[in-house]
C-alpha cells in the first residue's frame, strides 16, 4: 500500500439524558467538514476485483469472473460473523484489506464507488463500529501504532480489532455515503455505538470520566456532520434533497415506543431521539460553505497538525468549523433542508433499508 499522501482519492439526541444534549452541542462545534473533490467514475467490481487485497480478503471464496452482487455478498461473509460486532482475526484482517483497497481503486475512480458495493461495503463497516468510532473519533496508541497498511489486525482482553488511518478510512466512507441507505446504515451504527459509550458512564462519575465519552462523541459525529454535508455539496441541490429524503426516511423508519432506560439504556437513547426526529419532521439547519478546501486527501500533501502556523506548507483537514446546531443530530447527521421539507415522509416504514 502507498503512503497516504501519495495514493489518496481525488474527493474530497435529544434524549433524556444530560450528556446527550452535551454530546450533539460539542458535535456542531467539533464537527469535520472534510471535502474532497468529484468526479464522474466510480470503483467498479472488475477493478476492485483485480486488487490483490480482495484476493487475499476473500481466500478461496475469490472468483475473478464474480458479479457485483455476489462480490458485495462475499465481501460481507468474510468480514462479519454470525454476532454483531465480534468477529475473528481472519474476519478483522479481511475488513482491513477491504477497505485498503476500496481506498486504492478511489484514486483511479474520482472518489466515487459503483451503487451495487456502496450498500454491502457499508453494512461490513457498520459492524465495526467500534473500531471505527476510534479511527475517526479519539484514537488510541494502540489504534495509531496499527493503522498503517502492513499492522494486521489483532486480539486483546478487550476481543479482536482492526485499523486502518483515517486518511483510508474516511474516503472510503464519503464515498459509500452518496447511497443514502448506506449512510442511514453507517449512522445507525455509529449512533448506537455512541449511545453505548455514553451509558456506560456509571452514575456519580465526574471529571474525565464524565466528559470523556461526549468529547469523544463529538468528535465521531461531527465527522459523520461532515461526511452528510460533503455529500449535499457534491451531488447537487436537486440530488441532495432526495438524499436528505431517503435519510431521513431511512432514521425514522420502524419506530417504536422506547423501552425505559432501566430495561435497555442504549435502545432507550436511541429511540428516545428517534421519536422525537419523527414528531418534529425534517427542518431547515444551517448549510456549510460550499467554498472547496484543500484536504489531506490532495496528492504529495501531508496533514497539518492542529498547531501549524497558517503558513505552513501542509493541508488544512477541516475546512470550517460550523456552528453549534440547533436541531437534533444522529450519528452527526442534521436534518434535511428546506427544499427536503415538503418531500419529506413523517410516517415510518415497515421494511428495513
Known amino acids: 500500500m502507498p503512503d497516504p499522501a501519495s495514493s489518496a482519492p481525488r474527493r ?13 452541542v460539542l458535535a456542531g462545534c467539533a464537527g469535520a467538514w472534510f471535502l474532497f473533490d468529484s468526479g464522474d467514475e466510480r470503483v467498479g467490481c472488475n477493478s476492485l476485483l483485480e486488487n490483490e487485497r480482495i484476493h487475499s480478503a476473500l481466500g478461496d471464496a ?9 462480490l458485495g455478498a462475499e465481501i460481507k461473509k468474510a468480514t462479519t460473523g454470525i454476532q454483531p460486532g ?12 477491504v477497505i485498503l483497497a476500496v481506498h486504492d481503486e478511489l484514486g483511479t475512480a474520482d472518489g466515487r464507488v459503483d451503487r451495487q458495493l456502496s450498500l ?18 479519539i484514537g488510541n496508541a494502540d489504534y495509531v501504532r496499527r493503522a498503517v497498511p502492513d499492522e494486521p489486525a489483532w486480539e486483546d482482553e478487550h476481543g479482536v480489532h482492526m485499523s486502518v488511518g483515517n486518511v483510508w478510512l474516511l474516503p472510503v466512507v464519503r464515498a459509500v455515503s452518496e447511497d443514502p441507505a448506506a449512510y442511514v446504515t453507517l449512522s445507525k451504527a455509529a449512533t448506537r455505538q455512541a449511545a453505548a459509550g455514553l ?3 456509571k452514575p456519580g462519575t465526574t471529571g474525565p470520566g464524565l466528559a470523556l465519552p461526549s468529547t469523544r462523541n463529538a468528535r465521531l459525529l461531527g465527522t459523520w456532520s461532515g461526511v452528510a454535508a460533503d455529500v449535499r455539496r457534491d451531488v447537487g441541490k436537486e440530488a441532495a434533497a432526495k438524499w436528505d429524503r431517503a435519510v431521513f426516511e431511512g432514521l425514522t423508519k420502524n419506530t417504536v415506543e422506547p423501552p425505559s432506560y432501566a430495561q435497555d439504556p442504549v435502545n432507550h437513547l436511541v429511540t428516545s431521539w428517534q421519536r422525537e ?23 504529495g500533501r501531508r496533514p497539518c497538525p492542529w ?24 450519528a452527526g447527521w442534521t436534518e434535511p433542508t428546506a427544499e427536503a421539507r415538503a418531500g419529506a415522509s413523517t410516517r415510518p416504514e415497515t421494511d428495513d433499508i
Open 12 to 24: 474530497s439526541r435529544f434524549v433524556p439524558v444530560a450528556a446527550v444534549v452535551t454530546c450533539v
Open 62 to 70: 475469490y472468483d475473478s469472473d464474480m458479479s457485483c452482487t455476489r
Open 86 to 97: 465480534q468477529h475473528s482475526l481472519r474476519q478483522a484482517q479481511a475488513m482491513k484489506d
Open 120 to 137: 454491502p461495503l457499508a453494512r461490513s463497516l457498520a459492524d465495526y463500529a467500534a473500531d471505527t468510532e476510534t479511527i475517526l473519533g
Open 199 to 201: 451509558t456506560a458512564v
Open 277 to 299: 426526529l419523527l414528531t418534529r419532521g425534517p427542518t431547515t439547519t444551517p448549510r456549510p460553505s460550499r467554498s472547496k478546501a484543500p484536504s489531506w486527501s490532495t496528492p
Open 307 to 330: 498547531t501549524a502556523p497558517s503558513a505552513s506548507p501542509c493541508v488544512r483537514t477541516l475546512s470550517r468549523r460550523p456552528s453549534t446546531p440547533r436541531t437534533a443530530h444522529w
